[in-house]
């Protein structure tokens, strides 16, 4: 069965950076698009960055552009999140995520705070 661990949030000063990771498990990573999308209280789900299976295409919301960075380790079957320069806005439940044959496969999302 497909399963996604995310790890690496916490609370952070505004300004500081974190990592986040996904380690993936029940298919075969390497053929497939990677997502990472966030949550704030009270808000809707929003895709934050994107990643092509092979790694060699990324893209992100306009939010975090020159912020963040996505990039995965196929022999690893990981996807990281970079985040760098956070803000208070940043401050949400992250959630990796993949899609597969017409379903949607979530973590159970780690927490991100940022607050000084």
């Known amino acids: 069965q497909v399963q996604l661990v995310e790890s690496g949030g916490g609370l952070v000063q505004p300004g500081g950076s974190l990592r986040l990771s996904c380690a993936a498990s029940?298919?075969?990573?390497?053929?497939?698009?990677m997502n990472w999308y966030r949550q704030a209280p009270g808000k809707e789900r929003e895709l934050v960055a994107t990643?092509?299976?092979?790694?060699?295409?990324?893209d992100y919301a306009d939010s975090v552009k020159g912020r963040f960075t996505i990039s995965r380790d196929n022999a690893k079957n990981t996807v990281y999140l970079q985040m760098n320069s956070l803000k208070p806005d940043d401050t949400a439940v992250h959630y990796c995520n993949v899609f597969i044959i017409s379903r949607n496969y979530w973590g159970q999302g780690t927490q991100v705070t940022v607050s000084s």
């Open positions: 029940g298919f075969t990573f390497s053929r497939f698009r």
């Open positions: 990643i092509s299976s092979t790694g060699g295409s990324t």
